[in-house]
């Protein structure tokens, strides 16, 4: 238990980036376990995975509207998410020195529902796609990370990195590359999830250019998404504090009496002998409410 018990822990105190990475891994793993599990008894998870994929079809989509969130967090081959997690990374941490870790998120998710969407367009606009727009799915992070990759190398164009068996390069150039080459494969089988990864890309330069305006373009999003998490905290009243008194006693009334009236003597003894001058503030004000009984 040491160790979920510690994965906890590091989920709980990480940042947003942290805990992107913890949730695409977990969903990941439940996915592969189950998948595992239903092969034993002769079954498949690939028809459940088709209820939180993202279809290309837009009547299946108003069926299963919340699939635009739910696939950006789905993986299932090993390869997969291991790059897309290695480059939400690299790339994260280069895109926390230049913004907040809400943008990181707001980037993330609006780069996946650009993606999304631009994937579902395309399919539907172009003859090409027909045969596969009716059957079409899509599932992955890739359009949300190419949303972070483009979004800080746009901004921050001047940034390098180090490549094996190339040296330093900038983070634009990469860019660049990458959208090069998922231009040249739009008509492969992975078509689809390269028109999404350059729906993210596009998001992403769009996010810089306004950024670089002082426009975030993600607040919106981020205040809908932070109104929507409310609503399932949980709301916790103030507690009512009772007390109960216990009924005074005859004994303890004639007690509490006999108590006020030899406090009362006292006084007035006091007041006799050295005048109202020498009377405490405390005992004018008991001799002030006993008068008035």
Do not use: C
């Amino acid at each position: 238990m040491g160790f979920i018990s510690d994965m906890q822990h590091r989920f709980r105190e990480g940042d947003l980036l942290t805990r992107l990475l913890f949730v695409n891994i977990g969903v990941f793993l439940l996915v592969r376990v189950a998948d595992i599990l239903l092969m034993l008894f002769n079954g498949s998870i690939e028809p459940w995975l088709r209820y939180v994929e993202f279809p290309s079809s837009f009547p299946r989509f108003l069926v299963q509207p919340w699939s635009i969130i739910t696939y950006m967090f789905l993986h299932y081959d090993v390869l997969h998410v291991l790059f897309n997690m290695l480059w939400l990374y690299w790339f994260g941490q280069m895109f926390r020195n230049h913004f907040d870790a809400r943008k990181l998120f707001g980037v993330y998710l609006a780069g996946g529902i650009f993606g999304a969407i631009f994937f579902m367009l395309i399919y539907n606009i172009f003859p090409y796609y027909a045969p596969m727009a009716a059957h079409s799915y899509m599932l992955g992070a890739s359009a949300s990370v190419m949303a972070v990759v483009f979004g800080v190398s746009f901004y921050a164009k001047e940034e390098e990195v180090m490549l094996f068996l190339i040296g330093r390069i900038k983070i634009f150039y990469l860019a660049l590359f990458v959208l090069l080459l998922d231009l040249l494969s739009i008509t492969s089988t992975n078509a689809g999830g390269h028109l999404a990864h350059i729906g993210g890309a596009l998001f992403g330069i769009w996010f810089a250019s306004r950024m670089r305006a002082g426009k975030d373009i993600t607040r919106p999003l981020n205040f809908l998404m932070d109104k929507i998490a409310n609503l399932f905290k949980p709301k916790y009243k103030p507690k009512m504090k009772v007390t109960y008194k216990r009924p005074e006693t005859d004994y303890d009334y004639n007690a509490r009496k006999h108590q006020e009236n030899a406090e009362i003597d006292a006084i007035l003894d006091k007041l006799k002998r050295s005048g109202y001058q020498s009377l405490s503030s405390d005992e004018k004000r008991q001799l002030f409410d006993a008068s008035k009984k």
